[in-house]
């Protein structure tokens, strides 16, 4: 690691711990140089994942795109920012750890479902009457009477 006082490519580590959300580590190292100490963060290099819309383009994932649909599925909700950020953690790593390069937003609407359903029903129905277009009353019914149908099944 170059120091950021002198350049040179020699030091060492004195001190390692994690970050507080566990996605990188803090390290700090002195500079065999100079002396001078400072903080390097080493983080897990992602890989690029790519999402198959419906219309068969394809962009990068977005951690931000996938959070904002969760958030407005859970808006006035009863659901606490660390409630959707564990959400988001678990569709992104669920996406990246199905090892492929590309993943289709279907699959990753589904994911996100599956967590809701979990977490809130109304947020749950909220994303799913986006997601799979609801476009009349009896369509949103159906979907609700399933719900309320899986609930009631898992109480008795």
Do not use: W
Request: proline share 3%; with cysteine.
């Amino acid at each position: 690691m170059k120091c950021p006082s002198c350049g040179s490519f020699d030091s060492k580590v004195t001190d390692s711990r994690p970050v507080e959300d566990g996605s990188s580590i803090r390290r700090r190292r002195e500079c065999l140089q100079c002396g001078r100490r400072f903080t390097t963060y080493e983080t897990l290099e992602q890989q690029n994942l790519l999402v198959v819309k419906k219309d068969q383009s394809r962009e990068l994932f977005s951690h931000e795109k996938l959070r904002s649909g969760i958030i407005a599925a859970c808006h006035k909700r009863p659901v606490s920012a660390a409630q959707i950020e564990s959400v988001v953690s678990k569709v992104e790593q669920q996406a990246y750890n199905s090892l492929q390069e590309e993943i289709s937003t279907r699959r990753i609407g589904e994911m996100v479902m599956d967590e809701l359903k979990q977490l809130d029903d109304v947020a749950y129905i909220r994303f799913a009457s986006v997601y799979r277009q609801f476009t009349d009353l009896p369509t949103f019914l159906t979907e609700m009477r399933k719900l309320m149908d899986e609930r009631n099944s898992s109480k008795s």
